[in-house]
């Protein structure tokens, strides 16, 4: 069956130096993925995506890579802020629209 | 616009109860979805509507958990009788196309005890 999976349960980082949250897929045929953030009480939020003809996508101070060789993705955040303390899940969206998420890495921001 | 509210937040019940945590989309949204986190386990589906049709129920655990969406618009999630293994955050998404971005619920947290 389908999997996605994270490297790392948590990362800390110290505020201003760049994260990177890694996620590995198991189904080749994979073509849609995402990265949600969520909060403290909050629901999952939309952060970047990025399709399978693409191996790089940026956003605000976040890069989404994609390597669909070794079946990586990872998702980099620059200049870590506070606000960015969460947990971060990738997400594989099939073809009827289900997500298949990975477990999620919690990020921690130190001042 | 309103996002997608589900209701209650939290819900404290005793094993062999029932509860029943509901969902409004966001308007105009045909496809609703249900997931839930169990003990901060990856996000599991559980299953997808299109207006009021069960698409997709593949991930429902078994005949305890009872979806409806009556008329198309906000969605039920009856669990009965509730065991504790029902324990998590359930969170309800919803999409206008299947092929757009989903929009989460802040989540029912429910604890089974």
């Known amino acids: 069956g389908e999997s996605v999976g994270l490297h790392l349960p948590t990362l800390s980082v110290q505020e201003g130096d760049n994260s990177i949250i890694n996620c590995a897929y198991s189904?080749?045929?994979?073509?849609?993925f995402i990265w949600y953030k969520q909060e403290s009480g909050k629901g999952p939020q939309f952060i970047i995506d990025?399709?399978?003809?693409?191996d790089k996508r940026q956003g605000q101070r976040v890069t989404v890579l994609l390597n669909k060789t070794v079946k990586h993705l990872s998702l980099q955040i620059a200049a870590t802020q506070p606000g960015d303390s969460a947990v971060y899940f990738c997400?594989?969206?099939?073809?009827?629209?289900?997500?298949?998420f990975g477990q999620g890495t919690e990020l921690s921001v130190k001042p | 616009e309103a996002g997608v509210t589900q209701f209650p937040s939290h819900s404290v019940i005793e094993k062999g109860q029932t509860v029943t945590l509901r969902c409004d989309p966001i308007?105009?949204?045909?496809?609703l979805y249900w997931y839930r986190r169990v003990m901060g386990k990856e996000i599991k589906f559980l299953l997808h509507?299109?207006?009021?049709?069960?698409?997709?129920e593949s991930g429902m655990p078994n005949n305890r958990f009872l979806a409806e969406r009556t008329g198309g618009t906000y969605s039920t999630l009856k669990v009965q009788p509730a065991e504790l293994e029902d324990s998590g955050v359930y969170f309800c998404?919803?999409?206008?196309?299947?092929?757009?971005?989903?929009?989460f619920g802040s989540g029912t947290q429910l604890s089974v005890l």
């Open positions: 308007s105009g949204h045909d496809n």
């Open positions: 998404a919803s999409s206008f196309r299947v092929d757009e971005k989903l929009f």
């Open positions: 509507f299109v207006k009021e049709s069960k698409q997709d």
């Open positions: 189904n080749s045929a994979s073509d849609y």
């Open positions: 997400a594989e969206k099939n073809q009827g629209g289900k997500l298949i």
């Open positions: 990025i399709r399978s003809n693409m």
